[in-house]
């Protein structure tokens, strides 16, 4: 057994010093990456929550001017939709899928490398805004005509508007190796009834991102042309439609809410059988509720626009297929309180994390419902009512699955424990501030105060729950505040974790934590869905045969529904080419954003020669079939 | 049973292995381009139904002589694609660089006559959302083509350097994919921005 350890550790060498990093494919190092990237991301953007927050204590406040709070605004939302929510998820897809799948590294390693890049690129590229005294200031969706060229003439939009096309391309690359992974690259023995639920919503995230991106990239492109180069897709003054940018947003819009929502989906569906210490129950009507939505998700999208007079009739039908989306839901919903019905349950952090998921989720899908109600969408919408209800589903419903996921995959990354009563404490407060900054907002919005005013009248009785919500909103960042704290300790000094710290039930758990660079000394072969809880084979039974792979850089690819092993894949060395092609294309993005043409031509220049080198194949043989 | 493949796939006949990763890694792509060039032919339709005139009064109807001769230029590329991976199936050197410089020189004539379009329009992309959507889509199609084009020249500095085996051409399979789509997405272009103003 050393000399087959020895052996891959010749060949999979873990990276040492700055250039190694730099050109690192390890899909480890770039899941963790991701995640502390969108991290970062976070803590900017609860920092301009708390500055609004601050700023809406008082009626008649003076801290930020209508502008700054425009922009700080426009940022925040945007930061958590396109750079923290979906990010993070996929960030623990990277660290996740090869491990869960028994696989020693993503499809495509290097595009992996890429999509890192272009994502911290593009995010740093919106938040440079701030430096050019040109915040976006239009909201998140960034509705025309008043982001158009008559109404919005700073640069604000343009960084929006390029920035989240730049960011696209991670997103989409990122979509696209997770499903060829989830497809070729599963354990032999893995069929389609054996993959961990988490790889599922992955895989129907992924596909969601590949049919919805497109139409928010389109909306972008058309919009950058009519503030560029004088075309008239959205003036209405010469025929043009304003509403077709509406459309376009929220075709990608709807879907990208449960783009976002799906892989929580998974995380919950992982944790809860841990914890429970009973396998998941119903595990197919799951994974067909999660295809269910994914596709409904993409016929529900004029629920964004009951207000704007769209015909009624148009209007019923996107009504009733959003009160469809509740059966599918439902099906989880009642699939997991089962699970734990019929398990024990562990009252450990990530359990806790996944129980504040519940009770958030069940009463953000309660006003998801009321909003699929025309004449209360009508009533409401725009007010803080909405506000109320998407911090619910997207703070509850996928924040904090994400916590729950740190939480339960930390000593698996680190190979150190979290402090339990510390993580515990950090719910505690997410918990409590979450409720007592949101919760009100669904009153404030009943009671008529509309979303996105930089402040209010102290004679209208909003001054209490107005004040109440921001010392809520400090409570929740002292929770996150507290889990950084916990995660700087346990760096420094936490507890051993060992491989299966939990006594979980997916193959991440049966390598070291951390993983070795090639994460799996033989590659296993599985035969049930929960392959750590299989009773021990039986006296007189041939062992299920581990599969010994250790001459090359290489893994295995394997049939799509039985995950028959089929090829040896060779794994590409680390390469820079992934870094310089994204520097190529920020160029070309910066370009493109300040009219400047030699910068889009060397933009354009570089990527090209870049991507040229990058596909001509090595000089063996073996190394120019990856291609 | 757990079959374990002993020897590297280069030995296994082609008819027991699906396609390997960077092929599936190209059809998701063309889903996704797809989708891009259906909201931007959605586009165009949501903007026609708001029109009160199409095209607007003051501009022609599409002339239909010219993009017929382009379409005939970018199947026939497409054809001479099917041509060199054919060849290179049954491992014919020539017949696969004669097919791709083939695919290359059409899909450029297709370029060259769209730049002749271009600067023979009677309108300008800024004056009306009819020359605005024209512009607009048929450009982000010839970008397509362009890259497309750049992709062959790649292959056929490869094909000569004898890259390619009857075995092993993946990399042209993948172009070969992505150059079917750019041909396909233009025959739904034709439709919907040249014929359709003729017979809708």
């Known amino acids: 057994m050393a000399t087959l350890v020895e052996r891959l550790d010749r060949t999979w060498e873990a990276p040492t010093g700055a250039w190694s990093w730099l050109t690192s494919t390890d899909h480890k190092l770039i899941g963790r990456r991701y995640l502390g990237t969108a991290f970062f991301f976070f803590i900017i953007a609860g920092i301009g929550a708390l500055l609004m927050r601050i700023q809406l204590a008082l009626p008649r406040n003076t801290f930020l001017g209508p502008d700054t709070y425009n922009g700080i605004f426009t940022l925040h939302g945007t930061t958590m939709i396109f750079l923290v929510s979906t990010p993070i998820l996929f960030g623990f897809a990277n660290f996740m899928v090869p491990l869960m799948i028994g696989s020693r590294d993503m499809a495509f390693p290097r595009v992996n490398a890429l999509s890192w890049y272009i994502f911290l690129f593009a995010g740093l590229l919106l938040w440079s805004s701030i430096f050019f005294g040109a915040m976006p200031d239009d ?37 696209i190796n997770v499903i060829v992974t989830a497809f070729k690259m599963r354990a032999p023995g893995m069929s389609v009834r054996r993959i961990p639920i988490f790889i599922w919503t992955m895989v129907v995230t992924s596909f969601a991102v590949i049919f919805a991106y497109p139409a928010l990239t389109a909306a972008n492109i058309l919009l950058y042309m009519d503030r560029h180069h004088d075309t008239l897709f959205f003036n209405p003054t010469a025929q043009g439609d304003p509403l077709l940018w509406q459309h376009l947003f929220w075709i990608f819009g709807h879907p990208d809410v449960y783009i976002i929502f799906l892989p929580a989906v998974g995380i919950v569906s992982t944790i809860i059988p841990v914890f429970s210490r009973h396998r998941l129950v119903a595990y197919p009507l799951i994974v067909l509720a999660t295809v269910a939505i994914g596709v409904v998700s993409f016929g529900v999208w004029v629920h964004h626009m009951f207000a704007v007079g769209i015909p009624d009739l148009t209007n019923s039908f996107f009504a009733g297929a959003t009160i469809l989306i509740t059966i599918p839901s439902g099906i989880q919903y009642v699939a997991w309180v089962a699970t734990i019905w019929r398990g024990n349950v562990i009252w450990k952090s990530p359990f806790l994390f996944v129980f504040g998921f519940f009770v958030l989720f069940l009463i953000g899908g ?6 699929g109600v025309i004449p209360i969408d009508r009533q409401v919408t725009d007010s803080y009512f909405v506000v109320a209800h998407f ?6 419903g996928a924040i904090f699955p994400v916590f729950a996921g740190l939480h339960y995959w930390w000593p698996k990354m680190t190979g150190r424990m979290l402090h339990e009563r510390w993580a515990q404490l950090t719910f505690w407060f997410m918990f409590v501030g979450f409720n007592m900054t949101f919760f009100p907002m669904h009153i404030l919005g009943l009671l008529g105060m509309p979303r996105r005013v930089y402040t209010y009248n102290d004679n209208i009785g909003w001054d209490a729950l107005n004040f109440f919500q921001t010392v809520g909103a400090f409570v929740l960042g002292f929770g996150v505040l507290l889990f950084i704290i916990n995660a ?3 760096t420094y000094g936490g507890e051993d974790a060992g491989p299966n710290p939990w006594e979980a ?6 390598v070291n934590s951390p993983p070795p660079p090639y994460n799996f000394v033989v590659l296993p072969v599985v035969r049930s869905a929960d392959p ?19 001459d090359g850089k290489e893994t295995y690819g394997s049939s799509i529904l039985d995950a028959e092993a089929e090829r040896v894949l060779p794994m590409p060395q680390d390469s820079p080419w992934p870094m310089f092609l994204a520097i190529g294309a920020l160029i070309l993005a910066i370009g493109l954003l300040f009219d400047l043409l030699p910068a889009t031509i060397i933009g354009i220049a570089i990527a090209t020669i870049v991507l040229v080198a990058w596909t001509w194949p090595p000089a063996t043989k073996e190394e120019a079939m990856t291609l | 049973m757990i079959r374990t493949p002993a020897a590297p796939y280069d030995t296994m006949s082609p008819g027991e292995l699906g396609n390997p990763p960077g092929w599936w890694g190209m059809l998701f792509l063309v889903f996704t381009e797809a989708a891009l060039f259906a909201s931007l032919l959605l586009s165009y339709f949501y903007e026609r139904a708001n029109a009160v005139e199409w095209p607007p009064a003051g501009i022609e109807k599409p002339e239909l002589i010219l993009p017929l001769i382009m379409t005939a230029l970018l199947i026939g590329s497409s054809i001479t694609m099917l041509i060199a991976e054919t ?9 696969l660089i004669v097919g791709l410089v083939l695919s290359v020189l059409l899909a450029g004539g297709f370029l060259a006559m769209q730049g002749y379009e271009y600067t023979h329009t009677d309108f300008a992309l800024g004056d009306s959302v009819y020359s605005s959507a024209f512009f607009t889509i048929t450009g982000l199609h010839g970008i397509h083509v362009a890259i497309a084009v750049l992709m062959g020249l790649v292959l056929i500095a490869r094909a000569s350097l004898g890259h390619f085996t009857a075995r092993n051409h993946n990399a042209l399979r993948n172009v070969s994919l992505y150059w079917h789509f750019v041909d396909l997405v233009w025959l739904f272009i034709l439709a919907s921005l040249y014929i359709s103003p003729h017979v809708l």
């Open chain 2, 87 to 95: 060849a290179i199936k049954r491992d014919s050197q020539t017949g």
């Open chain 1, 532 to 550: 750590l809880w299989d009773p021990p084979t039986p006296e007189g039974e041939a062992e299920p045969s581990a599969l010994e792979l250790a």
């Open chain 1, 391 to 396: 911090h619910y589903v997207l703070f509850g």
């Open chain 1, 488 to 490: 700087i300790i346990s």
């Open chain 1, 366 to 371: 309660f006003t998801g419902v009321m909003f």
């Open chain 1, 505 to 510: 039930n997916t193959l991440e758990w049966a």
């Open chain 1, 139 to 175: 909201g998140w969706f960034n509705y025309v005509p008043l982001s158009g060229p008559e109404q919005s003439t700073g640069r604000g939009i343009d960084f929006y508007l390029v920035s989240i096309v730049f960011l696209t391309v991670a997103t989409t690359a990122g979509s």
